[in-house]
């Protein structure tokens, strides 16, 4: 008994340990890749475990993934030190590592705060309504339409939900620019799925 007991203990011990809070990337586009182990990092690209459950290969070596440094912001270990992995941006548009983080926390707060569930909804609603006016072949067309108009404008921006004192020009760009990409993804999702739908409908009736 006193064995199973001590197997229990251990066993609690090490899921406990696994549910510390661990290492995490963030990422350029304002995501955050949690619960990982960062092995090392040099010039170009960054090697990682999840979960710090090392696997071996055949070798004898760690099976490690990597993510190129250009997609990563920086480094946040879990005891709460921080490393910068931003490569400055040679084009001109961001410069400064300060400039870029308040980019990427831009395009983070955009993932929490703008949640649009009315495009992608009225991209399906006119994709399958097309097919009662427009030949099959060119309601193909519209999801793809319907998506650029949706690019075309400018997203409103919640000032009164975010912190103003880390608002700027770069943090406002990576906002309006990650909350236009969710619009897009959504009228494209929604608009295969109105296809799709249209299609069927439309062989099983002729």
Same mark, same amino acid.
Do not use: W
């Given at each position: 008994?006193?064995?199973?007991?001590?197997?229990?203990?251990?066993?609690?011990?090490?899921?406990?340990?696994? @549910?510390?809070?661990?290492?995490?990337?963030? =990422?350029?586009?304002? *995501?955050? &890749?949690?619960?990982?182990? %960062?092995? /090392? #990092?040099?010039?170009?690209?960054?090697?990682?475990?999840?979960?710090? @459950?090392?696997?071996?290969?055949?070798?004898? =070596?760690?099976?490690? *993934?990597? &993510?190129?440094?250009?997609? %990563?912001? /920086? #480094?946040?270990?879990?005891?709460?030190?921080?490393?910068?992995?931003?490569?400055?941006?040679?084009?001109?548009?961001?410069?400064?590592?300060?400039?870029?983080?308040?980019?990427?926390?831009?395009?983070?707060?955009?993932?929490?705060?703008?949640?649009?569930?009315?495009?992608?909804?009225?991209?399906?609603?006119?994709?399958?309504?097309?097919?009662?006016?427009?030949?099959?072949?060119?309601?193909?067309?519209?999801?793809?339409?319907?998506?650029?108009?949706?690019?075309?404008?400018?997203?409103?921006?919640?000032?009164?939900?975010?912190?103003?004192?880390?608002?700027?020009?770069?943090?406002?760009?990576?906002?309006?620019?990650?909350?236009?990409?969710?619009?897009?993804?959504?009228?494209?999702?929604?608009?295969?799925?109105?296809?799709?739908?249209?299609?069927?409908?439309?062989?099983?009736?002729?």
């Amino acid at each position: 008994m006193g064995r199973f007991f001590f197997l229990i203990f251990i066993f609690h011990f090490s899921v406990c340990g696994c @549910l510390h809070a661990q290492d995490t990337l963030y =990422l350029m586009s304002g *995501k955050m &890749k949690t619960n990982i182990h %960062v092995l /090392e #990092i040099d010039s170009q690209k960054i090697a990682y475990t999840p979960h710090r @459950l090392y696997k071996i290969n055949g070798q004898g =070596l760690v099976k490690m *993934k990597y &993510k190129l440094r250009e997609n %990563v912001y /920086e #480094i946040r270990y879990e005891d709460g030190t921080r490393e910068l992995a931003y490569i400055q941006d040679s084009s001109g548009y961001i410069v400064t590592p300060e400039q870029a983080g308040s980019y990427v926390d831009g395009c983070h707060d955009a993932f929490i705060y703008a949640h649009n569930r009315i495009v992608g909804p009225v991209c399906f609603a006119i994709t399958l309504g097309s097919f009662l006016i427009l030949p099959p072949v060119a309601v193909v067309s519209v999801p793809c339409v319907f998506s650029a108009v949706t690019a075309a404008f400018t997203p409103e921006f919640p000032a009164d939900r975010v912190d103003e004192a880390q608002v700027n020009k770069y943090y406002i760009l990576g906002y309006q620019d990650t909350r236009k990409i969710k619009k897009v993804k959504s009228s494209v999702f929604f608009g295969l799925a109105a296809l799709t739908t249209g299609f069927g409908l439309y062989f099983l009736t002729h």
